[in-house]
């Protein structure tokens, strides 16, 4: 994940999606994978996608407000 992360502080945004979708489909479960990739949708202004992501972790974990948090703040 911390590629990931570097990719998307340096605005490498294709590269950071592709690493969080790797972490993704290595561990489904995890949220932080999706909220990462979520924001980074919302940094290219992706908004259908950064919203599939918020869907699917409020379907993981509905009482995150996490998920939230990114929405209002953005």
Request: net charge negative; with cysteine.
């Amino acid at each position: 994940i911390d590629f990931s992360i570097f990719s998307q502080e340096t605005k490498e945004f294709n590269l950071a999606i592709s690493y969080f979708q790797d972490s993704i489909e290595q561990n489904p479960g995890n949220c932080n994978y999706y909220v990462f990739r979520a924001l980074t949708f919302l940094a290219e202004n992706n908004l259908d996608k950064a919203m599939e992501d918020a869907l699917k972790i409020i379907t993981l974990k509905p009482d995150w407000p996490r998920v939230f948090y990114i929405f209002i703040n953005q």
